[in-house]
């Protein structure tokens, strides 16, 4: 309501690819789309449009399950992991815009993934000790890239040590945030076969409005 709308009308085979020329064509901003929260044998045969879309879009793709919770008082509180790629780094950049423009807070979030081995192995590849300088490390670097990369931004660092994907959705509840940040490789068909992505197995199953940027 109150706000100015067109409608387009087009055609494809392949509704990703027609949604990502459209964007271009229209110099969109920016892609708002729903995602049904699919996981398992679900999505391995039905797929995702959107998924393929944050893949592809020349723009950031702002993804919404049905069930989000929508602030009525905006966007106050930010969530960005950041695992100090290039991606993230541009990521980081969009939300500080977001954050500027509605007054929010940003946390900058790293994960620590342990390295993992056969129980047999009888190793510990990273004792409490060196996890423990791992953390204080991560710390520095995050503050560092706060101070870098988000002038003039009441931003927060956290840094916590597990599995990204799940860490960042253990994370991201409506009572901590109102929006996840995250930067995408924009992974080809192939690559994404091969090597998965954690932006989308975050997309999967975050509970809030995710924003996807590609660098």
Same mark, same amino acid.
């Given at each position: 309501r109150?706000?100015?709308?067109?409608? $387009?009308?087009?055609? =494809? !085979?392949?509704?990703a690819?027609v949604? %990502?020329?459209?964007?271009?064509?229209?110099d969109?901003?920016?892609?708002?789309?729903?995602?049904?929260?699919?996981?398992g044998?679900? $999505?391995?045969?039905?797929?995702?449009?959107?998924?393929?879309?944050?893949?592809?879009?020349?723009?950031? @793709?702002?993804t919404?399950r049905p069930?989000?919770p929508?602030? %009525?008082?905006?966007?106050?509180?930010?969530?960005?992991?950041?695992?100090?790629?290039?991606?993230?780094?541009?990521?980081?950049?969009?939300?500080?815009?977001?954050?500027?423009?509605?007054?929010?807070?940003?946390?900058?979030? $790293?994960?620590?993934?342990?390295? @993992?081995?056969?129980?047999?192995?009888?190793?510990? !590849?990273?004792?409490?000790?060196?996890? =423990?300088?791992?953390?204080?490390?991560?710390?520095?670097?995050?503050?560092?890239?706060?101070?870098?990369?988000?002038?003039?931004?009441?931003? $927060?660092?956290?840094?916590v040590?597990?599995?990204?994907?799940?860490?960042?959705?253990?994370?991201?509840?409506?009572?901590?945030?109102?929006? @996840?940040?995250?930067?995408?490789?924009?992974?080809?068909?192939?690559?994404?076969?091969?090597?998965?992505? @954690?932006?989308?197995?975050? !997309?999967r199953?975050?509970?809030?409005?995710?924003?996807?940027?590609?660098?």
């Open positions: 109150e706000v100015e709308v067109h409608t $387009h009308l087009v055609r =494809g !085979l392949n509704a690819e949604i %990502s020329e459209t964007c271009g064509e229209l969109c901003d920016l892609i708002v789309m729903g995602t049904h929260g699919r996981r044998l679900g $999505h391995l045969f039905l797929g995702s449009v959107t998924e393929s879309v944050v893949r592809t879009a020349p723009a950031p @793709v702002l919404v069930d989000a929508l602030p %009525s008082d905006g966007v106050s509180r930010i969530l960005v992991p950041h695992d100090f790629s290039v991606q993230s780094a541009e990521a980081v950049r969009h939300a500080g815009a977001w954050a500027l423009a509605f007054g929010a807070e940003v946390t900058l979030y $790293h994960v620590v993934e342990p390295v @993992v081995y056969p129980e047999f192995y009888a190793v510990d !590849l990273l004792p409490d000790e060196m996890r =423990g300088r791992i953390k204080e490390r991560s710390l520095e670097a995050l503050q560092k890239a706060a101070d870098d990369l988000l002038p003039g931004v009441n931003a $927060h660092v956290e840094v040590v597990g599995r990204a994907s799940e860490k960042i959705v253990d994370a991201a509840v409506p009572d901590r945030f109102d929006l @996840v940040v995250m930067g995408t490789k924009g992974l080809s068909a192939v690559e994404h076969l091969l090597m998965g992505s @954690v932006a989308e197995n975050v !997309l199953r975050c509970q809030l409005p995710l924003l996807a940027v590609r660098s």
